[in-house]
């Protein structure tokens, strides 16, 4: 048949799904008409008759009938990013090796976007290709005011080995706070019920379990407090919740203690809560931890109300 292609599995779309690579590859073509070239044999993978589940193997060849127009007239375009934007995203790299990218994300960055957020990471990815041709995928969130690591994915392979091990809280977070008050023990564990109220979330018995370990490094005049957290669940601004729920608000979090009775002048008007550190050896199999250096802001109002951290 005229027009026919014989198509090798790329590397890292071992292990996807027959129809889901159609898809990928040939996003014009209907999920009706698909079955019906498996059906009549138009399709085959290494000569035999394929089922749309059939998980591929890289270096498998499929066949496909004349397909170009599925191909070429409904492809999706490759998202834009200006030049402004691409040195923007690519200079918040700290990391990158063949499978995973690390950024230091700024805040007041968004990671995806949504109502009134037209500038975010999921927009830029096109930019963080560099030597490979399909960009980095999400497998995990920030908010959007935090500031600090954001683990991103090069192939589909580590897309889905991240993806489930921040689902199942494998890989340990460790973030670090500027708060308000000292805690009363100075190394604990936070263990509550979150239950989303409104736009915040809130404590409640009602709620799902919610547990962050926290440890204090350092204090000044018993009035701000520097707090390392780990979460060991992944609740909706669990820790900015639990610091506050324990009498350590922490600065610049409007949403929970509010502008006027935290405000400090020598404080940024920002969030001071960052993503300081991942331990990803569970994922190296050796010991491998990466860290974000601070930004400036919070380490300048560190300094000014007296409390020493070297990173």
């Known amino acids: 048949m005229s027009g026919v292609e014989v198509v090798k599995v790329k590397p890292e779309d071992d292990g996807m799904r027959l129809n889901r690579w159609f898809l990928k590859y040939y996003p014009g073509l209907s999920l009706g008409r698909l079955n019906k070239l498996l059906r009549t044999r138009q399709i085959k993978v290494d000569g035999q008759r394929a089922?749309?589940?059939?998980?591929?193997?890289?270096?498998q060849d499929v066949r496909v009938p004349?397909?170009?127009?599925e191909k070429e007239t409904t492809a999706p375009k490759k998202g834009f990013v200006s030049g402004k934007d691409c040195a923007f995203i690519q200079s918040l790299v700290i990391f990158k090796d063949k499978n995973i990218l690390i950024l230091n994300k700024p805040s007041g960055l968004a990671v995806q976007g949504g109502t009134n957020t037209l500038r975010h990471v999921d927009g830029m990815l096109e930019a963080l290709k560099f030597e490979l041709a399909e960009k980095p995928r999400l497998v995990h969130r920030i908010d959007k005011d935090t500031s600090g690591l954001l683990v991103l994915a090069r192939n589909r392979k580590y897309a889905e080995l991240l993806t489930k091990a921040f689902r199942d809280h494998q890989l340990q977070k460790t973030y670090l706070a500027l708060c308000f008050g000292v805690p009363v023990q100075k190394t604990g564990e936070i263990r509550t019920?979150?239950?989303?109220d409104g736009e915040k979330m809130a404590?409640?018995?009602?709620?799902?379990?919610?547990v962050t370990l926290y440890r204090v490094i350092d204090e000044a005049g018993g009035r701000f407090s520097l707090i390392e957290a780990m979460p060991l669940t992944g609740r909706t601004h669990q820790i900015r919740v639990h610091l506050a729920h324990i009498g350590c608000p922490i600065a610049g979090d409007e949403k929970y203690f509010g502008r006027e009775r935290q405000k400090v002048n020598v404080f940024a008007d920002k969030l001071h809560l960052h993503a300081y550190k991942i331990n990803l050896s569970s994922l190296y199999n050796k010991k491998t931890e990466f860290k974000a250096a601070l930004p400036v802001y919070f380490r300048e109002s560190l300094a000014a109300v007296g409390i020493d951290f070297k990173e």
Do not use: I, N
């Open 66 to 69: 004349p397909l170009d127009r």
């Open 51 to 59: 089922e749309a589940s059939l998980k591929l193997v890289a270096g």
């Open 193 to 196: 019920g979150l239950l989303k």
């Open 203 to 210: 404590v409640s018995s009602e709620g799902k379990e919610a």
